[in-house]
């Protein structure tokens, strides 16, 4: 059985809880100007770390979405020059980007250059980097990448996987959460439901996803 939504009016929530939620959210993603509005609007208060970053962390985040990796490892670099030292999955994946941009332009001379001198070392040092490494080497054999079995490397959302996960190190590199409360809520969410089915079977309620509690 589900939980009856009745239930849920007896519960109290506070209205500057969920503003810290929103305003999480906002920050993390480097939305600057709503956050600033949200602020303002909301009447809560500046605090410290509201904009930490956001102007240098915002040009990194659109550059990969753009596709355009190397800018974005040079802006990195500028701003914490072990950073990428220390996460090599997120480098490699940036390196993927660039590699996959060259594909997307049909340079295989430049994309096959590429590969060898800074994707392979890679392969040698992660293993669980080989298998993405022969994926993205594999689009060369294509006509159109596209419209390969690897399509997903060349997908926007390949790029935001990419640009949170980059954005995330960068956050946890200054010592803020790498993750927003809202994030962090659903996943707690998640978590008791799982338990309270697995302890309850029956009885207890569904799982949760957030896209069936959207419908409700």
């Given at each position: ?5 009745r239930l849920f009016e ?13 305003l999480s959210y906002l ?135 990419v640009a949170d996960a ?51």
């Open positions: 059985m589900d939980v009856d939504p007896n519960v109290k929530v506070s209205d500057s809880e969920v503003r810290k939620i929103v920050v993390h993603n480097c939305f600057k100007e709503t956050a600033e509005s949200f602020i303002a609007c909301s009447g809560m208060k500046r605090t410290a770390d509201c904009s930490v970053d956001i102007d240098k962390r915002k040009p990194i985040y659109n550059h990969v979405l753009e596709g355009n990796a190397l800018k974005a490892i040079e802006l990195t670099n500028e701003l914490a020059v072990d950073l990428l030292t220390s996460n090599p999955d997120v480098h490699f994946d940036l390196l993927i980007l660039h590699f996959i941009e060259l594909v997307r332009a049909k340079d295989c001379a430049s994309a096959l250059e590429f590969a060898q001198k800074e994707l392979r070392p890679f392969g040698k040092l992660l293993e669980r980097c080989l298998d993405k490494l022969q994926d993205c080497m594999a689009l060369l054999a294509y006509d159109d990448p596209e419209t390969s079995p690897m399509f997903h490397y060349l997908s926007l959302e390949y790029r935001h996987s980059l954005n995330s190190a960068v956050l946890a590199h200054a010592n803020l959460p790498s993750y927003t409360s809202m994030e962090r809520l659903l996943q707690h969410t998640t978590v008791v439901r799982q338990r309270l089915n697995q302890e309850l079977g029956k009885d207890g309620p569904p799982t949760f996803t957030l896209k069936a509690f959207l419908k409700s």
